[in-house]
Structures are given as C-alpha cells and as structure tokens.
C-alpha cells in the first residue's frame, strides 16, 4: 500500500524558545483531505556514561510535564548549529562533570513520532575524567552511580520509565 | 539536593484536537523563575503482538512530523475516558485485524519528559486470532510480521527507530 502524505498547507501556531507547533493540512493516500498537530523540537542527545567497566551515571531531576523526580542518562537539546558528537560532549560535563576520552555513536531514536520530530542521538562515553560541572543555570540534578545490571533491573521493575534511557541500552 | 519546581501560573497557548501546549511559570529550586514550554498529550498504548512463538508485527505508516514511512510497534492514543486495556484491544484490532486471547502489561514509559507529559503503556498479546482491521479512516498501514531476533537486530542496525518499540524489547 502507498503509504505517503502530500503537505498542503502548514499554519504556525505556537513559536516559543525550544517549540514550534505547526497545523499541517495533508492529503491521505485516499485523496481525502486531514489535519495533523505537529510539535518541533531542535532533538538532542543522551549518553550512556560509564563511570567504570560496569557503572554509569544516571542523572536524578525534577521533570515539570510529568511533576516527578525521574533517574534518566545524561542528555541534551543540540543548540542552534551545533553537531551531535559537540553537543554530546557539552551535555555530558554540563551535568555530569566529566569529560570523555572516548566517545563511541550507538544510533538515533524518535521520541514521539505520532506528532514530534525530535531525534535523540545516544552515545556510549567511556574513560571518563574530571571537567566542570554546570553551565545550565535551569537545571537542577542529582548524580547517581549505578551498576549496569541494577539499571537493566530498575526498567524491568518500571523505575526507570524514560524512552530514550530504556532504548539506549538496546543499542549496546 | 532538593530538585521541585514550583508552578506559580499555567498559561495555554494552543489547544488543538490532541495536543495542548501551555508555558507554566516556575519557580526554582534556588528561588529563581523560570518557563517551561509543555506539551500535554492523552498518552497511549504500544503492542508487542506476538503472530507466534517468535515473531511479532510491526505495523509500517508514514509519520508527517518526520517526513519518512517507519516500522513499529502497533500502538494508538488512548480516547476520553478509555482505560489502557481497552485501548490495547482496541487499537491491535484497528491496527492489525487480530484479537488477542491473552493481554499482558509489561510496563509505561514517558517519551519526552522534558517538555511532554505523555505516557505509553505497553502491552504483549498473545493468542492472536481474526478479528476486524480498520476503524481509524486516517491511518494507512501495512502490516509485517517479523521474527523477534531479527527486530532487535533491526533495533541495532539503526532500520528500527522509533523509541516505543526499542523500550518494548527492554520491557519483555
């Protein structure tokens, strides 16, 4: 079956500093004529940190659309311009402290394709060693060290719900 | 550290047929304030439908915020007031034409906490027999049935991108 969307119209509705949200009017492989809500986002990056052979950093923060504390790998929105390997490493000393010797690509993910654009972009970062924390004044994080084994028990018992740190370790 | 925020205002700035976009105003942790630009979305289901012992569908649509026909799990939002079994039944009929003897909740997953508050609940079905296809007039699907080794090998590949389906396999 032919599957394709044609773009007819795409309307603006909402410009704010990180998201746009756009109404675009499409027309179905039956000819008929549908609208789709449509959130874009700059897409980021998450990085598997390993601390040591069989640790890594999770990253404990308040998320404000789901009022909750949540464990998630460390991870970022690419900046205006700025390619994913810089942007990765940006993220990792931003919240973590550390510096990488090693950073390895394992692949993208779309978050919510249904009706967002965002790609995360994950990353293994290993030989870790001491940079400088913070650079993000917004964000407020705790450090977790925590055994690769425990973090893999921790998604099967759903106390770590985040996609892209549940995904992150499909690709290793 | 303590890491709440605390909402002082809530402001819509788009309310579409299934997407909200507010800013809140927030106050953080060190007393400053701040915006968050949120999405508020019903949340859904995903379906890890198994065909037989070892294969699994994969339901492949075109996705217009992305631009690009992509594999999936099948999955679908969840209506007003609908509880996520139903929604499960509900959307593998839709979606594939099958029903399922057998329902099993494997977990939920938050796509995109930092600006979205939505939720997917995953499931596995099993016991799959011959019900109706169809029901959702603006979705066109094809349908694949694929062997579970070879999904995670697609995962791996980078052919498999979308995030409920990768943590679905995290979850089993």
Redesign the interface.
Known sequence: ?????K?LEEKN??K????T?D??T?E???G?I????????PGGVAILAYKTDNTIILV???????EK??L?IP?G?LEKGEDIETCCRRELEEETGYKAGKITFL??????????????HIFKAEDLYEGQIGGD??E???LHEVEVQKV?DM??K?EI????T??A???I
Chains 1, 2 share one sequence.
């Open positions: 079956m032919k599957c394709l969307e773009t509705q909402f704010g500093k990180i998201l949200l109404i675009k499409v179905l492989p039956n008929k549908s609208e789709r809500e449509i959130v874009k986002h404990e923060q308040f998320r404000s659309p789901i504390n949540i998630e991870a929105k692949g993208k993910i779309v978050t919510s394709p249904g009706f967002c654009d965002e790609y995360i004044e917004d407020f994080i705790n893999k998604i099967k759903g719900i985040d996609a892209k549940i995904s370790f499909m690709l």
